[in-house]
């Protein structure tokens, strides 16, 4: 049975998800951890310049984040489109979801 059809874009961002190891919130714990540790330097030492660099860079790894979201969530919205017109149609079998 045929399967959905998918733009370039659309079977770049399945194959990343397909190599990835599907932990990005490491990614997140690494900025958050780096800025807990400065937040506390910065309390130790009194020191308002770090704090607010704590912030900074919080917001900012945020920022981009959402950014990444705003990107790419069309595209999965897509996707996921097509494979229920594709499972309504009854081209895929649920079965099949996984193998792209």
């Known amino acids: 049975m045929p399967r959905p059809q998918f733009t370039k874009q659309e079977q770049v961002l399945i194959d990343w998800v397909k190599v990835s190891s599907g932990d990005s919130s490491s990614y997140m714990w ?3 951890v780096t800025t807990a540790i400065i937040a506390g330097f910065a309390v130790y030492f009194e020191s308002i310049v770090m704090l607010v660099c704590a912030f900074v860079i919080v917001g900012f790894f945020r920022i ?17 489109t097509k494979y229920e017109e594709a499972l309504a149609d009854g081209d895929v079998s649920p079965e099949q979801e996984g193998e792209t």
Request: glycine share 0%; no cysteine; aromatic share 16%.
């Open 30 to 32: 690494t900025y958050l």
């Open 64 to 80: 981009k984040e959402e950014h990444a979201q705003k990107r790419w969530a069309p595209i999965w919205t897509s996707i996921l």
